[in-house]
């Protein structure tokens, strides 16, 4: 399994913007489709982007036009940037990696994200 370290999160004020950044532990290459997730208390985790290795983008509707993710296969890291941030995007952002041929999952232990005032 891949060991996944999220970095990043903290107290932002609404319409602020976060980069959120995951380092993995070994090679994500083209073998692994990265994505970011996110857990508000007493919500179940959703997806909020994935990038697969040959860069093809998934956007969770509600985050399309106000983040970016991006992966970096040479530092094995992948950044997920968020502009206009709402009160309701406060969660926990997990990074995850997801192996292509053997759909083994990784996790990172999540960072908060608190979007107020």
């Known amino acids: 399994q891949v060991q996944l370290v999220e970095s990043g999160g903290g107290l932002v004020q609404p319409g602020g913007s976060l980069k959120l950044s995951c380092a993995a532990d070994l090679s994500i290459s083209t073998i692994y489709t990265m994505g970011w997730f996110r857990q508000a208390p007493g919500k179940q985790r959703v997806m909020v982007a994935t990038?697969?290795?040959?860069?093809?983008?998934i956007y969770a509707d509600s985050m399309k036009g106000r983040c970016t993710i991006s992966r970096d296969n040479v530092k094995n890291m992948v950044d997920l940037q968020i502009h206009s941030l709402k009160p309701e995007d406060t969660a926990v952002y997990y990074c995850?990696?997801?192996?292509?041929?053997?759909?083994?999952?990784?996790w990172g232990q999540g960072t908060q994200v608190t979007v107020s005032s």
């Open positions: 990038i697969a290795g040959d860069g093809r983008i």
């Open positions: 995850n990696a997801r192996h292509i041929l053997t759909a083994t999952l990784s």
